[in-house]
């Protein structure tokens, strides 16, 4: 017996008698015979065959019948507000003069290139070479590219069979890209790191997912992230159906992590029955950009050891650091300098060639590190990575020159070095520039960015403005974003995309506009926040 | 040493359910003999470049010059790249905000998806919305994010075709659904009964299953055959009837070896049945940039094409795919070189079509050797492989052989596939990755290996085949065990 909800009944009875009257006419209307001898249908006639009963319910891809976890999953960072950005830029397009602005300046994702930032050369030479290896037997390739670019390229070339970069890999990446990796994690951390531990993924993002999948086994599993967080978590964690356990970190330090209070959130979900898997570290962090000093990486290893959790490292940061009073340290590395080994702690590390100095988004390249998991564990996650087959070849290339650039001596290392320390130089300028004027602005306080992409900044917004967000059912740092692109063009997202202590408001800008095109964000910036305050100040 | 945070017995149940056997045991196996020497052939998976299939030039010429544009800029770039890539590469470049290094669009290039869109009109005769096309990281990511759109929990079911490609099981025991098997029919070449469909979801639903969407493979993997305009109709058809989305895994379009049965795509004949049918039934169509005569696997490229999937739905689907920020620009670029290849008059055209045709028409040849091969053996009978890449042998082992596979712990065809990779070093995957009816067994290999190669390697299957048949056939009357 067919059972169908009570309030469905009305709907299905009036489409059933539609569907029956369409089918009718259908099955009059197109006859089906079968085919020859070599025919690989035998299908009756639908003429003579009764009709058979009527489908039942909503269409298979409907809101009301799709994976409610999917409903569920939320991220800002590319929501409304870029939606409604990338409205007005048509319309800017379409009708100049139409809005109080030239452009529209995406300030909410950390998409370097796209803001005119330059690809590192010697990378860009060795993919293009990888690309199209026909080219590196003529002479005239002598011509257009350097000759370690060319060196790399075969090195590269010889470690892939065949030389086929359009082959399907090894599941976990190439051996030889692996291997080159490890080495630089060696060279990075002063410990060895095994080719073995390390997947190759497209982005670091997809080698999340995969942590929480395996993590993940009911909503009774929870996972601890920080608040504010890089909403990839929050919504990796509703698609896979867990928990996730907030713990919120500290803006009045810095945005600062309290043992404390990451002991309080793991206590407190206990008690509600969440089985905590995993504690998630972003560091350095996004959106806060704080960099976490050594002592407080030890407290969280031991932490992690002490409480039977999964540390996972979000490190995609590790070359986005602009302040000489702090230093990224792996947590492998802490771990291993503890005395700490894979029998000691579970440690996954993250790593991506879309941020750093390289900024390659569109490559879709990264890795995660394992250790500290048993064979059989190991065998589900290279399992899991099998059915994607392989991650894509030029990502893996990538990941494997990130980790193995330029060494003094090399005859593109200067020009690196100078494409390198330009960008980063830049960086940490622009961070400064955007984190003062933040400060100067009535009523926001900015931490510094000491290490990523972004700004936090926080707004006290007058209960003016609380109120008017409220009378148009958005909350206030929303409004407040919204405003601002009106306004301006510049797209930030609100701080509700990252988690926020309740009753405070932020929103998060990235420094990726290019340096000359600073000045004007400032003022544009600066003028539209006076002009808000006049308008909201209680 | 306290229990580890993360161990086998605390891992979510669904990822301990997946099987892919494409990457599985064989292979592992084949691996390790390959490490320690062992000349091993690679049948396993439908990877062209990985058996010496030679990329196509004119993509990599103009993939190449879009991850160095400072090339663009050198006056001596003509030595090397044609006009015609040179002026394509700038196109591309312009189509992006910042070149191959920029996430795009979560859904992929728009200037690339009115490509696809264009391509899909010009094959069709349909037009198609560039809008409701996603590119994504190869068209299993897109297979994933649907089911993974589609599945509520164990409740939901997919019918999904035996034999089928493992990816679908793996999915579906990932995101915890139910697997609703549909059978192919071996004697009738592979053919598809809707009979049997029905009865599939009948059973399906008497066990509290809601079936939710059907899978079909055109041309199929691992069976080759190519499902004729009538067979489709019946297909929608009865989707539409029983309210299911159908998910047409259309990766092999270009793949075909015989003229009686061209590609067609579901779309079209949808499209060809007419309202209210073409503007109801829910239709998600696979194309990539992996198959074909492109063979670009290690590029990732691939996209889906959604078909009265409704607008707040498109949000859904769209949302997610925004999580993973966008799919990898250099393989949205082979797409639209894929979909735009060189025109007649083009500098490039020539060599093109007369690399393109070559692969064509080799794997033409190899389908037609394989198939022929298979057949001479003893015990094996093998259809002919009308497309896609695959060739998928039935072996009727003898009752010893079946036995001493018992003996050795292994499903019996994963046994006779082990052995003709220690003999031969010719890695295969068992029929029992895919599905097959009840004790009959199967390996499916690849038409893939060079031409110049296939005739020794089907030598040698042919002689490890009957010496094996040879050890395990009682026909020296002796009575059976």
Excluded at chain 1, 297 to 314: P, R, Y
Excluded at chain 1, 342 to 359: P, R, T
Excluded at chain 2, 4 to 22: C, F, G, I
Aim: aromatic letters at 8%.
């Amino acid at each position: 017996m067919r059972r169908f909800a009570a309030e469905r009944a009305k709907d299905l009875i009036r489409s059933q008698s539609l569907q029956r009257q369409n089918r009718r006419r259908y099955c009059l209307l197109s006859p089906l015979f079968p085919l020859s001898s070599r025919s690989q249908s035998r299908f009756l006639s639908s003429a003579s065959a009764p009709d058979p009963p009527p489908a039942m319910g909503s269409p298979p891809v409907t809101l009301d019948t799709i994976n409610p976890k999917v409903l569920k999953c939320e991220y800002a960072v590319r929501g409304e507000i870029v939606s409604i950005a990338q409205r007005l830029q048509q319309e800017l397009k379409e009708n100049p003069g139409s809005h109080p602005f030239d452009e529209i300046l995406y300030c909410n994702i950390g998409n370097p290139q796209s803001l005119g930032q330059q690809p590192i050369t010697f990378f860009r030479e060795v993919l293009a070479l990888c690309d199209h290896p026909s080219i590196l037997d003529k002479s005239e390739t002598q011509g257009l590219f350097s000759a370690d670019a060319i060196e790399r390229a075969w090195q590269i070339l010889d470690q892939i069979p065949g030389r086929a970069t359009g082959a399907y890999s090894h599941s976990q990446g190439i051996k030889g890209l692996r291997d080159a990796i490890a080495a630089g994690i060696e060279a990075r951390d002063g410990f060895p790191a095994d080719p073995n531990d390390i997947f190759l993924t497209d982005g670091a993002s997809p080698a999340v997912h995969m942590m929480m999948q395996l993590l993940t086994r009911s909503e009774s599993d929870g996972i601890l992230c920080p608040i504010p967080q890089y909403p990839l978590y929050s919504a990796s964690i509703a698609l896979h159906g867990g928990t996730l356990v907030p713990y919120y970190l500290d803006e009045e330090a810095g945005w600062g992590l309290e043992m404390s209070e990451l002991q309080k959130q793991l206590d407190s979900a206990r008690s509600k029955g969440i089985t905590v898997r995993a504690l998630v570290v972003i560091n350095p962090g996004n959106p806060t950009g704080q960099v976490l000093a050594e002592e407080n990486q030890q407290q969280i290893v031991e932490f992690c050891k002490k409480e039977g959790l999964v540390l996972l490292a979000d490190e995609v940061y590790q070359e986005n650091i602009y302040v000489p009073d702090k230093q990224f340290h792996s947590f492998k590395k802490i771990a291993h300098s503890m005395g700490y080994g894979d029998n000691d702690i579970s440690l996954v590390s993250f790593q991506s060639v879309s941020k750093g100095y390289y900024g390659e988004c569109g490559k879709r390249g990264g890795y995660m590190e394992v250790t500290g998991f048993s064979a059989d564990v190991r065998e589900q996650i290279y399992k899991v990575a099998s059915v994607n087959l392989c991650s894509n070849i030029t990502g893996q290339i990538l990941a494997s020159l990130v980790m193995n650039p330029p060494k003094v001596g090399d005859e593109s290392y200067e020009s690196y070095r100078e494409e390198r320390d330009g960008i980063l130089s830049s960086l940490a300028r622009r961070a400064k520039i955007l984190e003062n004027a933040f400060n100067s602005l009535e009523g926001i306080t900015c931490n510094r960015a000491e290490g990523a992409m972004y700004l936090f900044p926080r707004i006290d917004l007058p209960q003016k403005a609380i109120k008017a967000a409220e009378a148009v059912k958005t909350a206030p740092d929303a409004f407040y974003c919204r405003r601002l692109l009106d306004a301006t063009g510049i797209v930030v997202v609100a701080g509700s995309g990252f988690g926020q202590v309740p009753g405070t408001w932020h929103f998060r800008c990235t420094i990726l506009p290019q340096e000359d095109k600073i000045p004007a964000v400032v003022s544009r910036l600066t003028e539209f926040h006076k002009k808000f305050m006049d308008e909201f100040r209680d | 040493m306290a229990p580890r945070a993360l161990d086998y017995e605390s891992l979510n149940e669904n990822v301990k359910k997946v099987q892919y056997a494409v990457r599985g045991e064989l292979y592992l196996r084949a691996s390790e003999l390959q490490k320690e020497g062992k000349k091993i052939i690679f049948t396993n998976v439908g990877n062209p470049h990985a058996l010496g299939q030679k990329p196509l030039t004119f993509p990599r010429q103009v993939v190449a010059l879009c991850q160095a544009p400072f090339l663009l800029d050198d006056p001596n770039v003509g030595l090397l790249f044609p006009a015609d890539a040179i002026a394509r590469a700038k196109h591309y470049l312009s189509l992006t905000t910042g070149g191959l290094g920029a996430y795009s669009d979560s859904r992929g290039l728009p200037g690339i998806r009115k490509e696809v869109a264009e391509f899909i009109g010009r094959r069709d005769g349909y037009p198609s919305d560039p809008e409701l096309i996603f590119l994504t990281d190869g068209a299993s990511k897109g297979v994933m994010q649907m089911l993974n759109t589609i599945i509520r929990g164990e409740g939901d079911g997919v019918l999904v075709p035996v034999p089928q490609y493992p990816l679908y099981s793996a999915a579906i025991a990932l995101f915890g659904g139910s697997l609703v098997p549909y059978h192919l029919e071996e004697t009738a070449n592979w053919g598809l009964d809707v009979n049997d469909l029905r009865q599939s979801v009948s059973r399906a639903r008497a066990n509290g299953i809601t079936v939710r969407a059907m899978v079909i493979i055109n041309p199929g993997n691992p069976t080759g055959q190519c499902l004729s305009e009538a067979n489709l109709k019946e297909i929608l058809y009865f989707c539409y009837q029983e309210n299911l989305v159908l998910l047409g895994d259309e990766v092999y379009q270009q793949n075909v070896y015989q003229d009686e049965r061209p590609f067609i795509s579901a779309r079209k004949v949808l499209m060809n049945m007419g309202p209210p049918i073409s503007r109801e039934l829910q239709l998600v169509s696979f194309h990539t940039v992996s198959k074909g005569y492109w063979g670009e696997c290690g590029q990732r490229g691939g996209y889906f094409e959604m078909t009265n999937i409704p607008p707040k739905s498109v949000d859904e689907i769209y949302k997610v795919a925004s999580v993973s920020l966008s799919p990898n620009v250099p393989a949205q670029i082979f797409m639209g070189l894929m979909v735009n290849p060189p025109k007649p008059g083009d500098i490039s055209y020539d060599l093109y079509v007369r690399e393109s045709k070559g692969i064509l028409e080799s794997l033409r040849r190899r389908a037609k050797i394989m198939t022929d091969g298979f057949n001479s053996c003893r015990n094996v009978v093998c259809n002919f492989t009308e497309g896609a890449m695959y060739s998928f042998p039935q072996i009727r082992l003898p009752p010893r052989a079946i036995q001493a596979a018992k003996q050795a712990g292994k499903v019996p065809d994963v046994f006779y596939c082990l052995k003709l990779l220690e003999a031969t070093g010719i890695s295969t995957v068992p029929g029992s990755g895919f599905g097959q009816k009840e004790g009959v067994f199967h390996l499916r290999t690849t038409i893939l290996p060079a031409e110049e190669d296939m005739p020794e390697i089907m030598v040698s299957f042919k002689k490890f085949n009957d010496e094996f048949m040879e050890q395990y056939e009682d026909h020296r009357g002796y009575s059976r065990m």
